[in-house]
DNA sequence: TTGAGGTCTTGAATCGTTTCAAGCCGATGT
DNA sequence: ACATCGGCTTGAAACGATTCAAGACCTCAA
């Protein structure tokens, strides 16, 4: 009790404690029901009077099976991802399992060191948000034996099992928004290099605006709120006869940027220009300018995940496996039809 | 490589592949440089073509000891916590040990049974965000020998170790500000009930007020957007004249809340009445009126958390244990001097 | 009284590592 | 040529649980 260095107590000290065998007090723990009432009394004690608590290598080790499961992300602090990411965990507490959760922070050393101890630790399955779907690492991760769930990515050729969202046609459902609402001039902004889902946009709102026979400049920036800023810098500097009307931003947190620097330029949103983003982060509908935007089931799309990967962890193949969302509209106040203010100079 | 049900590579296959023996595996994996080069090669290059991964438990078991850190927030979610998670993961994975997070989502039961994941992994120790720093899951997991940092909250009666923030000078520097700008109806708005550094912050708001003889209101809320809107709803009915006119909130998120329904029932920030945030989110200075607010170092104390942990863990006891960080005020634009535009009927 | 058929218990083997003491081997010093 | 030494290797004993086959005990029916 009060010695400092006692060693721990262990299923042996439980067992002499109570006068059983270890393997009793082993069944107490697991099989309950195998046990009678007086000694599975008796052993309960004793755990709870030693404060005994059982060890997770060992039982692991032994049983072979971990009721862990990895969860690897982008950008834990992004907005989106962190809603995806309440999505998985409250569905591993409802399950019952426990969640080791990971960052790779865009950088891909800390990306496969989080796959390594993934598979170190021997987890059950896991929730990627890679990088690249196709990338070497995931799948020496699979080949490893350990299940993986891709997250906001798609890959429809290899064995994947995948949930992601449609962003062709959230591209598509922006431009046409816009479309409706008069604008000819469009912009988006972003980088479609940078990932798979930006990409996907950019083709949406391209196509949109092709069939639609309309000018399209893209403007790249990162996908910051910074550089939101300095995308609505260039933008505000722009001749107002060539400046979009309406611009479709590759994800909300540009479209923040945006929002604060075009009016401190003298750009009225949206009066003058109609700003539309990506994503419904919760912080969309708070801004001075209510964002209009694109929605996508974050928080269904991580419990979506994980309950696919339960089911590829009990070794069933899923009848779908690529599980695609598709994204909402949601007009706010930033986007509004072209000269409703217009001209304003 | 093709043989789905192919038992997993241990040291032991590595070893035959190798020609050496399990002893010499494991102390190149541990002890490269007490090995032969050429034997460390052959065992190098067998790893590789074998594709065989450690297992932790096993390794964790016989070795006894192990690099994870358990973390458990209260509210992952909330972007306050979002960045002390930050701070501690980056130390983290600076220092090479891989995190176990967990969010006990203020629900007692959660908390405790990420406590006992926390145990039961054996992880080197933990930081914890508690719901109550003398709780008894608390201690019983330090008794249980993890090593504890308590987070965001103090008590500095029992040997715990923790970081926090001085909050009662933090609503000192709140209400002090609203005086300054003139105003002698204050309000506070949250619930003091909810959590300690709440009630501390109110501590230092009342007195404050106090001593310069003013009036205070207390208007309990839910800490969250929604609550702040109520809060709004209450504050914008009450006759101009009993009107506090400032209020410091309990968190930013209730002055984001206040922030969006003041203005909407004719009551203008700052103009008729000045708000008070409390954290500094990303989001306060983003706001349609940039919020003044009282800034606490989220990310700072996340690292220094994790710093005082590594230290316990090496069994040094920290000469200062109770790191207490200094909040301080910015000012934006929600707060204003009394009467700038006012009376406003 | 005995045998069959349950229900509970138990002891021992086992999981994949680390680590320690002991062995081997070639080189060095005398 | 012998003793000694130091660097590499090795085999075997843990670590703390789970699990399985086998034993103990009890009850009930014949």
Redesign the interface.
């Known amino acids: 009790m009060s010695n400092v260095a006692m060693r721990?107590v262990g299923l042996k000290d439980v067992a002499r404690a109570a006068g059983v065998s270890v393997g009793t007090v082993s069944h107490v723990l697991n099989h309950p029901e195998r046990v009678g009432t007086a000694r599975r009394e008796a052993v309960e004690r004793a755990i709870e009077e030693l404060?005994f608590?059982?060890?997770?290598?060992?039982r692991?080790?032994r049983a072979g099976y971990?009721s862990t499961v990895g969860l690897l992300l982008l950008d834990?602090?992004n907005p989106a991802f962190?809603?995806m990411?309440?999505g998985v965990?409250d569905a591993a507490?409802e399950a019952g399992m426990?969640?080791?959760?990971?960052?790779s922070a865009r950088s891909l050393e800390?990306e496969r060191?989080a796959l390594?101890?993934f598979?170190?630790?021997?987890v059950a399955g896991a929730v990627v948000v890679p990088h690249d779907p196709r990338s070497q690492e995931l799948h020496?991760v699979r080949?490893?034996?350990v299940p993986v769930v891709v997250l906001d990515r798609t890959d429809p050729r290899d064995g994947v099992v995948s949930v992601g969202v449609n962003d062709v046609l959230g591209g598509r459902l922006a431009a046409e928004h816009l479309l409706e609402l008069g604008h000819r001039r469009l912009a988006f902004v972003g980088d479609p290099s940078l990932a798979v889902p930006v990409q996907d946009r950019f083709e949406g709102v391209r196509a949109a605006a092709a069939e639609a026979g309309v000018e399209l400049v893209e403007l790249d920036c990162p996908l910051s709120?910074e550089g939101g800023r300095t995308a609505g810098r260039t933008l505000a500097q722009m001749p107002v006869a060539e400046r979009p009307t309406a611009v479709a931003c590759a994800v909300d947190v540009v479209a923040?940027g945006l929002l604060?620097e075009l009016p401190r330029h003298g750009v009225d949103v949206p009066g003058q220009v109609s700003v539309l983003g990506y994503d419904d982060i919760p912080?969309a509908a708070?801004?001075?300018?209510p964002l209009s935007t694109v929605a996508r089931p974050h928080y269904a799309m991580g419990t979506a995940a994980f309950e696919l990967l339960r089911a590829v962890v009990r070794g069933e193949t899923p009848a779908e496996p690529h599980q695609v969302f598709a994204p909402t509209l949601v007009a706010r106040a930033s986007s509004a039809p072209l000269g409703a203010t217009a001209g304003g100079e």
């Not at 608590?53 to 060992?58: G, H, K, L, P, Y």
């Not at 426990?98 to 960052?103: D, E, I, P, V």
């Open positions: 721990r404060g608590v059982r060890d997770e290598s060992a692991q080790l971990s834990a602090w962190a809603e990411a309440r965990e507490a426990t969640l080791l959760m990971s960052n800390r060191a390594k101890v598979s170190e630790h021997r020496q080949a490893g034996g709120v923040v604060q912080l708070q801004l001075a300018v």
